[in-house]
């Protein structure tokens, strides 16, 4: 069970750490105080609904179909050497620093929609939370405990972006950080693809 646990804490929380679309608009929800802990706990509450949908019912259907481990398995590789590949790329091009934004405040109801619409109209939130992670999940011996790993990575992350948003701002202010970022999030994709690959689930 322990091992489930970590597998599925390690597995979803090397994928969420990359910094796309969702978890930079959180964080700069956090560096302006813009209403930052609703923002992070809608996208905790969207990850561990999709992350139990997605594992029980990819767990179903491989009841039925057990040869689909294997489909699911290489897909995953592939989306995951995708994404090393992206990450690597904007390692060495760089690109521009996150941006602090507006001072003027928006309301709690915007917030709310962006958020929202942030994290449910990302065609890769589908791909993490209902083929990668149970991709990856299909393979141990307690979902259950699998999911609750996932859903603490996803928990403990948002709540360190709400947490730590305004601390590192000076440091997100500089270009060097993001290729840093990148490169380390290259790094940590390949290593879970090639783990995968070899058929180890982690």
């Not at 969702?22 to 802990?37: D, P, S, T």
């Not at 689909?68 to 590949?85: E, K, M, N, T």
């Not at 690597?88 to 109801?109: I, N």
């Not at 299909?138 to 990575?153: E, K």
């Amino acid at each position: 069970m322990l091992e489930s646990y970590l597998t599925g804490l390690i597995v979803c929380g090397g994928i969420i750490v990359a910094i796309g679309a969702q978890n930079a608009y959180v964080l700069g929800q956090a560096i302006r105080r813009e209403h930052h802990w609703w923002s992070a706990g809608l996208c905790m509450v969207a990850d561990v609904t999709l992350f139990t949908l997605g594992m029980f019912g990819v767990s179903a259907a491989l009841l039925a179909m057990p040869q689909a481990l294997d489909i699911l398995r290489w897909l995953g590789v592939v989306f995951l050497g995708w994404l090393a590949a992206q990450a690597f790329m904007r390692a060495a091009r760089g690109r521009a620093a996150l941006a602090a934004g507006e001072a003027t405040k928006r309301s709690l109801k915007a917030v709310v929609l962006t958020t929202l619409a942030v994290t449910l109209l990302n065609p890769q939130v589908y791909l993490d939370t209902l083929l990668l992670i149970p991709a990856v999940g299909a393979q141990q011996q307690d979902a259950t405990t699998f999911v609750a790993g996932a859903s603490s990575a996803s928990i403990l992350w948002f709540g360190l972006l709400a947490w730590c948003g305004s601390a590192l701002a000076p440091v997100l202010s500089q270009p060097l950080a993001w290729r840093i970022i990148d490169g380390v999030i290259g790094l940590m994709m390949a290593a879970i693809a090639l783990h995968l690959a070899l058929g180890n689930g982690l």
